[in-house]
């Protein structure tokens, strides 16, 4: 249920390309599947669990045991990127080798992922279970013109980023709350009034400014 719902955000912000790769890595996956598992209840097989692997440092996921090459790779400060991963599933052991320059290293995984775009769709499927995904995945602090103006807008979210925008009427703006449960939404004049209004805003709503009056006399979408 989860991996549609991000097939679909994907297909949304990024066009028809990269959900083709998610999807394709999807059904490679069925081949990694022998002995890996992935998702929410995931438990430990032949392979360790997969979810969250792409952003996660080698050999560390809890209560599997990895091999004593994998480890000191982890050691020597291996952390999985999609990138490392597709060097990797080409020929772990050569990796492992490459990576610690050791000839005698070994991978505890015997299994070889020859196909470049293969290789590229399955690291791309992994992503979709890291955390730095499901961000951008996330909630936004958005804010939309419903006004017949021109106004300069800004979005932040509590304790992250902020965007500012010049939005014509029936634009919007949107920051990812990164997390936080709610964030502001600010509208100004022009660049040089400081006085403005302010509101806000719980991640995932958008609100709405109906009409521009200065000093927080604007009339917003929302009635709080
Ligand atoms: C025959 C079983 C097998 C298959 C098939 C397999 N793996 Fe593995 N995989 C393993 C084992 C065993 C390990 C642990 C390696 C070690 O400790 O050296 C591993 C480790 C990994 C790791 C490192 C995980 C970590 O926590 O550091 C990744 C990433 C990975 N596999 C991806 C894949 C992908 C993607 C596929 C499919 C294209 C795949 N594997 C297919 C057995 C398998």
């Keep these: 249920m989860k991996q549609a719902i991000y097939a679909i955000f994907i297909v949304g912000l990024a066009g028809q390309a990269q959900a083709q790769d998610v999807a394709n890595g999807e059904r490679t996956f069925r081949r990694c599947a022998a002995c890996h598992m992935i998702g929410d209840d995931a438990s430990n097989r032949v ?25 000191a790779a ?21 990796f492992l080798r490459a990576y ?3 000839p005698r290293a070994r991978a505890k995984m015997t299994f070889r992922l020859r ?3 293969e290789r590229r769709d399955v ?11 499901q961000a951008s995945n996330d909630a936004g602090i958005c804010v939309e013109n419903g006004s ?15 965007d500012v925008a010049e939005l014509t009427p029936g634009g919007s703006l949107c920051v990812a709350s990164q997390g936080a449960d709610s ?34 006399r604007c009339e917003w979408g929302s009635h709080s």
């Design 115 to 117: 196909d470049e775009q």
């Design 148 to 162: 017949e103006q021109t106004f300069l807008f800004a979005a932040e979210a509590r304790g992250g980023e902020r």
């Design 74 to 94: 982890a050691a020597s400060g291996l952390t999985w990127t999609e990138d490392l991963i597709f060097e990797y599933l080409a020929d772990p052991t050569a």
């Design 47 to 71: 392979g360790p669990v997969l979810t969250g692997v792409v952003g996660r440092p080698a050999a560390s996921f809890e209560g599997y045991d990895y091999s004593p090459s994998m480890t």
């Design 183 to 216: 964030g502001v939404v600010s509208v100004f004049e022009s660049m040089d009034v400081v006085e403005g209004c302010s509101r806000l805003v719980t991640a995932g709503q958008q609100e709405v400014l109906v009409r521009y009056a200065d000093f927080d």
């Design 100 to 102: 610690l320059d050791d």
């Design 123 to 133: 690291a791309a499927y992994l992503a979709t279970f890291s955390p730095a995904e």
